[in-house]
């Protein structure tokens, strides 16, 4: 005997309303009360610059990015990942700009660049068994999906990670900044800033300065009071704002990327 208490998922297509369209995504994602929805896993954005897929040049370095890719697939099912890539391997749009170039045509130069290292990441990725989403602020269709946020968690709840690219689309915005508005639109739970050359923030320049101290703990108002570029300005406040921490590590060294994946504190973490 059939049950009367049977249910069936709304199907968005019956939709008679964009607001009841809205609520329908919304609770398909695993919310309803316009809040990202949770598995209970923990949910990071992590930045990764250009120069780290060149591995110091022009261009992808395919030994770097697939290194990258395993560290990233050592976290699998333990971690919902999210991740922003810059472009400055192939192009800065800030430079280009400074050598004569319109900053406008400039920054969309460089958010194609990002498009192409997402997609050499993604490549990796699949190899290394991730099932991976490309997500692009530009419409570029036959290469990414649009960028949507509820699909993007949607993808996360899933088991895949997914990659942003094109920045967000409009020029004079750096990637530190795209990654500070994707992670609090995903609900991330952490933004973590994968660092070459130096392993969090420090002092000074250690490379110059030998007495340098490394930061084991810093606030976003200590950072941003005393110029201590650990992302750019627009990108640091909008964390503060919203209570969002964040942690900056270094990416040399074996599984670095993987335990700061994991929430092990190898870096400096920034609070409010």
Sequence with gaps: MESTDQRTTPDIRDATSFN????????????????????????????LSGEVFGGGKVGVDPDTVRGMAEQIADARGEVEIAIVVGGGNFFRG?????????????????????VMNCLALQDFLEQAGVSTRVQSAIHMEQVAEPYIPLRAIRHMQKGRV??????????????????????LEIGADEVLMAKSGVDGVYTADPKKD??????????????????????????????????LSMMVFGMEGQGNVTQALLGERIGTTVTL
């Design 20 to 47: 009841e369209s809205r609520d329908l995504q919304q609770a398909q994602a695993g919310d309803t009360r316009g809040n990202p929805g949770r598995t209970g896993k923990r949910r990071v954005l992590l930045k």
């Design 94 to 114: 800030a430079e280009l700009s400074e050598n004569g170039m319109d900053r406008r045509r400039a920054d969309y130069m460089g958010m194609l660049g990002t």
């Design 162 to 183: 997914v990659i942003f690219g094109a920045g967000t689309g409009l020029p004079y915005f750096s990637t530190d900044t795209v990654a500070a508005q994707r992670a």
């Design 210 to 243: 030998p007495s340098a101290r490394k930061y084991e703990h810093l606030t976003y108002d200590e950072a941003l009071l005393n110029d201590i570029r650990v992302m750019d300005q627009t990108a640091m406040t909008m964390c503060k704002d919203n209570g």
